[in-house]
């Protein structure tokens, strides 16, 4: 069964990306498998139909996706490690630092014929692209000014013959810096050639194996922020012609690029169709009059992980991260020809785990909201539980049909957990979405409080109900009780913004940008808007016991909101409790700190809902 007293569940053993080794013997895919804030690059091998171990680490590689590349004779691996790039040399056992400064480095990509690493690098007073030989020479800024420290997005990308690479650059749109557009710098002469304007370009522009087009997912600037549904762009940089596909890609943190079949015919991406995730192709070409076309290549039931699907060099295999409601993140293969999704490593999936049972209920205008409820196996109407409402994070992110640790620990310590696919969600829809727009506390919160009667009317619970989330979900959190406080029995808030106001003065660009882009100005522009987006002006009526987890050093939800609500509550009548993590960022990253929220979490419904 899970473990209720240490809730390991957290850090399971899992995949955070993979990556293709090019070998003489045939392309390697490779992996690195998270555990405990230990990280390990592993290789799986056809021939031994098993995984051999490359490199194992103490502390975490390449941040959060922990991303890796390798050199084109797969002898050099490089990542991120402790701010520096770092070049592993599998012949030597070695590890090298070729370009060590105090900034954070980040994304080094080796480009596609020699040892030469580009990276992003905080040196100076942007985030800049450089390049570096493997053995330290030759240390070089590829660009001037690309984006400001706080945006930390982007990767580089090599043209197929060395000689170019293709980045992201922050620029401005009609007066605002509202605009990612699309560059290409060309090494030997320093030429930088701007390939878009009026977009937001979410993805590094991705060459095709010929090297004469390029291929990103953007939408509009003047378009919402759509997020999970945005459209293919391939241009043709002979002519510099654009071509504009309506494909309603969906990846999330800008880590997935377009990939491009190796005859350059057609290019895969990602999709959300309600809870799944699933990999689409779009055809380039006349030859059957289905130019533009789409089609369905995976038909799994699950969800791809935060890293990026990859493309095999030979074009034989994508290989990917999957991750489904009872498997948690593991390495899988797919033949590009078709055919059955082949796991390469079993997934670490603890005993006693929840499936959740995908449901719909009926909200306050008509709307169905699509719901997943975890029930405690021993939870029945003779021995009810309490229920929790889950309101996940990322605006237009969704719950979907990936593993939830957190919403398995709950359930284990016997709540009926909830999660919820509020309006603005993505995964249904450009319409759905739009319903958030320039409403952030008007329907979606309306949602979760029709959540709340939902889960009261299941016959196997009591009547009290928690709310819970993080990011977009501890801003939901706080908005559902403050405007319906008693709906809500008790709440915990991870990293939420309760003042947009003081939110906007020190939030980095990106938060700042989906703000802007939602409610449609700055708070001088759309003050009403960012008012009714607040919650600290409703804080009085706020009768539900609330604990607020927080990290000391989040740019995306500053510290100030946290702060902000320990001066409102630590002399209130209100059960509150606050707890913040120093030197963490937007999410928790220390294992330990990881099952120290969790059990906070836990330990506060018990002790306010039993």
């Known amino acids: 069964m899970v473990d209720t007293s240490n809730p390991d569940v957290m850090n399971v053993a899992d995949a955070v990306s993979v990556t293709w080794r090019p070998m003489d013997d045939g392309d390697r895919l490779t992996y690195v498998e998270r555990e405990t804030g230990s990280d390990t690059v592993w290789e799986y091998r056809d021939d031994i139909d098993a995984s051999e171990r490359i490199v194992a680490f103490d ?115 009609d007066g605002r810096d509202w605009a990612d557009e699309a560059h290409i710098t060309h090494l030997a002469s320093g030429k930088d050639e701007q390939l878009t304007k009026g977009l937001s370009v979410t993805s590094v522009p991705t060459w095709s194996p010929d090297g004469e087009r390029v291929a ?9 922020w759509y997020r999970h549904s945005e459209d293919l762009h391939v241009v043709d940089l002979d002519t510099g012609t654009r071509e504009l596909y309506p494909v309603e890609a969906s990846h999330q943190y800008n880590v997935q690029n377009p990939l491009w079949s190796p005859d350059g015919s057609k290019i895969y991406y990602p999709v959300r169709e309600r809870g799944t995730q699933q990999l689409e192709a779009v055809l380039l070409h006349d030859d059957s009059d289905a130019k533009g076309v789409t089609s369905r290549v995976t038909v799994h039931d699950g969800v791809f992980g935060a890293g990026p699907v990859h493309l095999s060099p030979d074009g034989e295999r994508f290989g990917f991260v999957y991750a489904a409601q009872d498997q948690p993140n593991h390495p899988r293969t797919l033949p590009v020809a078709g055919g059955n999704e082949q796991t390469l490593r079993d997934p670490d999936t603890p005993e006693g785990v929840v499936v959740p049972e995908n449901v719909t209920y009926e909200s306050f205008d008509g709307m169905y909201v699509n719901a997943y409820v975890y029930k405690p196996e021993d939870v029945t109407p003779e021995d009810p539980a309490p229920a929790l409402v889950q309101v996940h994070g990322g605006a237009h992110f969704q719950f979907g049909n990936g593993w939830h640790p957190i919403e398995q620990y709950l359930a284990a310590r016997g709540f009926v957990v909830v999660g919820i696919d509020f ?102 522009e759309q003050e009403e808007r960012y008012h009714g987006a607040s919650s600290h ?33 630590e ?11 120093e030197g963490e960022g937007h999410g928790f990253r220390d294992a330990e700190n990881r099952r120290d929220a969790v059990r906070r979490t836990a330990d506060w419904f018990d002790a306010h809902l039993r």
């Open 216 to 224: 990103f997912f953007a939408k509009r600037v003047a378009e919402p």
């Open 423 to 524: 309006r603005g969600s993505g995964g249904y829809g450009r319409p759905f979405q739009e319903l958030s727009m320039k409403d952030w506390e008007g329907g979606e919160v309306k949602d979760a409080r029709e959540a709340a009667s939902f889960v009261r009317d299941l016959p196997y619970t009591t009547d009290q109900v928690g709310i819970y989330g993080g990011s977009w979900g501890g801003f939901m959190t706080m908005q559902s009780i403050t405007q319906y406080p008693d709906v809500w029995d008790a709440a915990v808030e991870w990293y939420g913004v309760v003042n947009q106001f003081t939110d906007y003065e020190e939030v980095d660009r990106v938060g700042r940008l989906l703000t802007e882009r939602d409610l449609g100005g700055t708070p001088e």
């Open 571 to 581: 002399d209130s009548d209100v059960p509150f409790d606050a707890t913040i993590y």
């Open 537 to 569: 002006w409703r804080l009085d009526d706020v009768t539900t016991p609330l604990a607020v987890l927080h990290g000391a050093d989040d740019l995306r939800v500053p510290i100030n909101q946290a702060e902000e609500l320990i001066d409102f509550f």
């Open 59 to 173: 502390d975490r590689i390449s941040g959060r996706w922990g991303r890796v590349d390798w050199n084109a004779d797969g002898t050099k691996l490089t990542y991120t490690r402790e701010g520096d790039v770092r070049v592993y040399d599998t012949e030597t056992g070695e590890e090298s630092a070729p370009a060590p400064s105090d900034a954070f480095d980040s994304e080094p990509r080796f480009a596609p014929d020699s040892d030469r690493i580009a990276f992003i690098s905080g040196r100076g007073d942007y985030n800049d692209v450089w390049t570096v030989d493997a053995d330290g020479s030759d240390l070089e800024r590829v660009t001037d000014g690309a984006n400001p420290h706080d945006d930390k997005r982007w990767a580089p990308t090599w043209s197929p013959d060395g000689e170019s690479i293709g980045y992201i650059s922050a620029d401005d749109w």
